[in-house]
């Protein structure tokens, strides 16, 4: 330990985007990592309920087009969240609005815990504030953790790392939600009650730690009003629309079908142990996608889309696959498609945000990542789209169309491998 961290000098630094700092020095290096455990807890509370959707489908009466509503719900108040909060953050600061963001967590689990006895509308309920919570992390959390990974903060990261520290503080919290949610909901009574206790127990300590010691990088300027901030320009910029936002969706898309699709394509076959078995394909699909993404990170090509091109061409391929596990109803084919499509997942989700910090201009930034992550989240409406239209087509005609659709994208994103790259 150095003597500057036992007494850091009170010497003011400039903030980055937005005005001054709060009277912080370079032992603010290591800011970040309270920003990231509350993006971690965060993303605990909005993916551990995945594989307590066959607990609420089989044990508490609901269909599986209910369950996969609840699983998608959540994007009813994650969207506003993404795109209400980065304006609310470059007005107020980025502090109180991961505040709020922790609370949103806290009362998701909490109305999710009394939601199977009190019914469909209250865990409706609980998955959108859960939601409003992640759109918040994504937006706020990760343009907050990108700005604390750079000067004057941390002089010692490396380009790039604000987004892959952010992403990998989201995916695991994504992962490991939903593999304590699962292990309780098996062996825990009440089992829909204790995945949720423990989620408010991690939020209680850092909410309380970032209102304490959270080092602000951002103050607001009261001339300009939250809804001219609204205002993304750099949305219509033609690297987002022609590489971007074709990408965009199959972020969580290609997630959901790991591990809210593919488990019931094999339930019959694993029996008594889906419930483990869905657990499992979570943790692989997302614990991939954190593994990939200092890959992603080499793969990213400033002079083009390679990235972007190399997640779409593994994503095509799991989805394929995974119509493939539809047809033969094999659970050794569900764990290959965890894994192509965990790391696709992970390679697009960090390609997608380095891509977003070279279009937008520092006050643009969290706009445009609350842009791109409510794109990435309409692919969460996925499985309970698939689940409604199962009633006329089998799940391998419509996985089969998925991927050709997939392919497709694929292909208008390669179109602009080089082109429309950002001047700076």
């Known amino acids: 330990m150095t003597a500057e961290t036992v007494a850091p000098r009170r010497t003011r630094v400039a903030s980055g985007p937005g005005g001054p700092a709060t009277g912080r020095s370079s032992s603010a290096s290591g800011a970040w990592l309270l ?32 369950v996969d509503v609840f699983l998608g719900a959540y994007v009813l108040g994650l969207v506003p969240g993404l795109l209400v909060a980065s304006a609310l953050s470059d007005r107020f600061g980025r502090r109180p609005l991961m505040l709020a963001g922790l609370v949103c967590s806290l009362v998701g689990s909490v109305v999710l815990a009394v939601g199977d006895v009190a019914g469909f509308g209250v865990l409706f309920a609980g998955r959108a504030f859960s939601g409003a919570a992640v759109g918040i992390a994504m937006a706020v959390g990760t343009t907050w953790v990108s700005e604390l990974s750079a000067a004057p903060y941390d002089l010692s990261a490396a380009s790039g790392a604000g987004a892959r520290r952010s992403s990998i503080a989201l995916s695991a919290g994504f992962g490991l939600g939903p593999a304590s949610a699962g292990i309780l909901a ?14 408010v127990l991690l939020c209680l300590p850092i909410l309380v ?15 300009v009003r939250v809804l001219h901030r609204l205002r993304v320009p750099a949305a219509g910029h033609r690297r987002f629309v022609h590489v971007v936002l074709p990408m965009a969706p199959w972020i969580f898309g290609s997630a959901a079908i790991a591990y809210a699709i593919v488990p019931q394509l094999v339930d019959t076959a694993v029996g008594e142990w889906a419930l483990l078995y869905t657990v499992g394909l979570t943790v692989a699909t997302l614990g991939c996608g954190v593994a990939v993404q200092p890959i992603a990170r080499r793969l990213d090509d400033v ?25 033969t109803g094999s659970p050794s084919l569900a764990a290959p498609v965890a894994v192509l499509l965990g790391a696709a997942y992970g390679i697009a989700v ?13 006050d643009e930034r969290a706009g445009l990542t609350g842009v791109y992550y409510s794109l990435a989240y309409l692919g969460f409406l996925l499985p309970a789209v698939l689940a409604g239209l199962h009633h006329w087509f089998g799940y391998v005609t419509m ?10 994208c694929t292909l208008i ?3 602009g491998w080089s082109r429309h790259l950002p001047a700076r």
């Not at 799991?318 to 596990?325: F, V, Y």
């Not at 960090?350 to 520092?362: D, F, N, T, W, Y």
């Not at 996985?399 to 497709?408: E, F, I, Q």
């Open 303 to 327: 002079s083009t889309a390679r990235a972007v091109v190399v997640s779409m061409v593994v994503m095509t391929v799991g989805i394929a696959l995974a119509a493939l596990t539809a047809l």
């Open 35 to 66: 920003v990231a455990a509350a993006m971690f807890v965060i993303g605990w509370g909005g993916n551990e309920f995945t594989p307590l959707l066959l607990v609420y489908r089989d044990t508490a009466g609901y269909s599986q087009v209910d």
């Open 186 to 199: 098996q062996w825990a009574t009440p089992p829909l009650v204790w995945p949720y206790v423990v989620q």
């Open 350 to 362: 960090v390609s997608g945000l380095l891509e977003v910090q070279r279009i937008a201009e520092p």
């Open 413 to 415: 994103c390669a179109s």
């Open 209 to 223: 730690l970032l209102m304490r010691r959270g080092v602000e990088t951002r103050r607001g300027h009261g001339s």
């Open 399 to 408: 996985l089969g169309t998925v991927a050709l659709v997939s392919l497709c």
